[in-house]
């Protein structure tokens, strides 16, 4: 059984820093890409930063470079996003998500596992 479980969401101010933390199990870690993506209320879900676990190529949108690191302890089959210099229009709920490549994660429909999703809330 997939499950992907997030953690370390929370209520930080605008300059800020979070981490999280995504655990994967039920499926074989180094074969995936895993990433993040996040949604705020009437918009679409939208990609955030991606990890292929087996060579360590990543992606990230524009408006969280030089901010977000995505990263991974492939013995722990776990990824963590480190969330710096945050600002409000951050805040959301974000999902940690698994798919057999980053290329996946353009269209969220596509993406195969989902984890439940942590608040982000960044205060000005």
């Known amino acids: 059984e997939v499950h992907l479980v997030e953690s370390g969401g929370g209520l930080v101010q605008a300059g800020g820093s979070l981490r999280l933390s995504c655990v994967a199990s039920?499926?074989?870690?180094?074969?995936?890409?895993l990433g993040w993506f996040r949604q705020v209320p009437g918009k679409e879900r939208e990609e955030v930063i991606c990890?292929?676990?087996?060579?360590?190529?990543?992606y990230s949108r524009d408006s969280v470079k030089g901010r977000f690191t995505i990263s991974s302890d492939n013995a722990k089959n776990t990824v963590y996003l480190q969330m710096n210099s945050l600002k409000p229009e951050d805040t959301a709920v974000y999902y940690c998500?698994?798919?057999?490549?980053?290329?996946?994660?353009?269209?969220?429909?596509?993406?195969?596992?989902w984890g439940q999703g942590t608040q982000v809330t960044v205060s000005s």
């Open positions: 039920g499926f074989k870690f180094d074969d995936y890409a």
């Open positions: 990890i292929n676990i087996a060579d360590g190529a990543t």
């Open positions: 998500a698994a798919d057999p490549a980053c290329d996946y994660f353009a269209d969220p429909h596509l993406v195969g596992y």
